[in-house]
């Protein structure tokens, strides 16, 4: 209840609960989808106790907040209803041109399943820590219940994926899981010499890929449509789910897996030719020095299906975690420089928060409440997230889990 009087405020200050179609959030930050933008007093909002910023782009209505997000999320979509939650927001139904939609449906459904990502990168660096401090041994079974964890996190990808997608597009989230489920069965899932109808299908291992789900989510949606013209209203209360099922699943095994894996192994050739030819040096470099101006236009996530896509299929990102874990460093030490040179005790209060939250990996109310303000600390960042990044890729540095604790990956 901590919050209530802010909740309130918030509401009324992007227009009252009519203006939103709905709010959801991510790591820090709220994101409204109004109906009308003009309508959000954005000058208010920023002199809000608690807000870092906003930012307003055709994706959404973005008020940056820090990590309490969770909290006050929850606590406004109960005060605006069950119509504006959140929980299919999407849809199809935002505007802008297709390619727009469909970033923005990709953007809002991979950030839900960072968390479970981040939590078994948790567990596997503890794990390791453990495991090289002798205080648990890599062969006991206390050590392997734990390990099944982080396993089963990446194994049931597609099935996290799958109830994410759904929400966004308006699908059942519980055939969606069906589906996935039924993909990453010991009938399906890698086996040799499949044929259906007479017609041999590709030996698939779609536990190691996510782009075959996105792309069976995408048709559920499609056949739904075309099943609800179909057939009559009187039995698609009984009829149309199974339906959907017995279409999804083939049209999935025959199209969408072989062109999902081809996505993602053309995705994985492209990242392996630059590397190759140029050096992951240059990407790793030119990401860690660019990571905070990406942050501050919101479109920080456009690399979560590249990096997610190495983490599937080769198992470890010879690129962004580490880029990422360089930058958020380098954004510590600037605010962290900031702290000893002011004399003003709320900047001090301020810049002390943003620090520890980039410590721990959470840099917006760094890049929102230091260094909009104050412009001359992204060149440091941009030096010293370039350097770090430019010495990880000469040295080959890798990571086989996306999680940054105290600065280590």
Not at 244 to 255: A, E, G, Q, Y
């Given at each position: ?105 990709l953007s809002e459904s991979m950030s839900p399943v ?296």
């Amino acid at each position: 209840m901590a919050y209530k009087q802010f909740c309130a405020d918030m509401i009324e200050l992007v227009g009252g609960k009519d203006n939103i179609t709905s709010v959801t959030h991510c790591m820090t930050r709220l994101r409204f989808k109004l109906v009308d933008v003009e309508k959000a007093q954005t000058g208010a909002i920023k002199a809000l106790n608690g807000v870092v910023d906003v930012v307003s782009n055709p994706v959404a209505y973005q008020v940056i907040i820090g990590t309490q997000v969770s909290e006050i999320c929850p606590m406004i979509q109960s005060m605006i209803g069950n119509q504006a939650s959140g929980e299919a927001d999407s849809g199809g139904k935002a505007g802008g041109n297709p390619l727009g939609r469909a970033l923005t449906i990709l953007s809002e459904s991979m950030s839900p399943v960072i968390v479970p990502i981040m939590a078994a990168g948790l567990l596997a660096g503890i794990l390791s820590l453990l495991s090289l401090t002798g205080l648990v041994a890599a062969e006991s079974s206390t050590y392997q219940i734990f390990e099944s964890i982080r396993l089963s996190v990446f194994y049931f990808l597609p099935v996290l994926i799958a109830m994410s997608f759904a929400r966004q597009l308006d699908v059942n989230p519980y055939l969606a899981v069906t589906v996935a489920v039924t993909l990453l069965s010991t009938s399906i899932n890698g086996v040799e010499g499949l044929n259906l109808f007479g017609y041999t299908l590709p030996t698939i291992t779609y536990s190691n890929s996510f782009f075959p789900i996105i792309l069976a989510i995408i048709a559920m949606r499609y056949i739904g449509f075309a099943l609800e013209r179909i057939v009559p209203k009187a039995l698609q209360y009984f009829f149309n789910p199974v339906l959907l099922l017995v279409l999804t699943i083939p049209v999935t095994l025959v199209f969408f897996g072989p062109l999902g894996t081809m996505i993602s192994d053309v995705m994985n050739w492209f990242f392996q030719f630059v590397m190759t030819h140029v050096g992951s040096w240059a990407a790793v470099a030119i990401y860690a020095a660019c990571q905070p101006f990406l942050i501050t236009l919101g479109a920080g996530n456009f690399i979560i299906p590249i990096y997610m896509n190495f983490y599937a299929t080769m198992g470890y990102d010879p690129v962004f975690t580490a880029a990422w874990v360089i930058s958020d460093i380098a954004v510590c030490g600037a605010v962290v420089g900031c702290l000893f040179r002011t004399k003003d005790a709320h900047k001090r209060e301020l810049f002390g928060t943003a620090a520890f939250s980039a410590f721990m990996g959470v840099t917006e109310p760094a890049i929102y409440g230091v260094f909009v303000p104050n412009r001359r600390p992204y060149l440091a960042v941009v030096i010293g997230g370039g350097l770090g990044g430019l010495f990880a890729g000469l040295m080959g540095v890798i990571s086989y889990a996306p999680i940054t604790l105290f600065g280590l990956t």
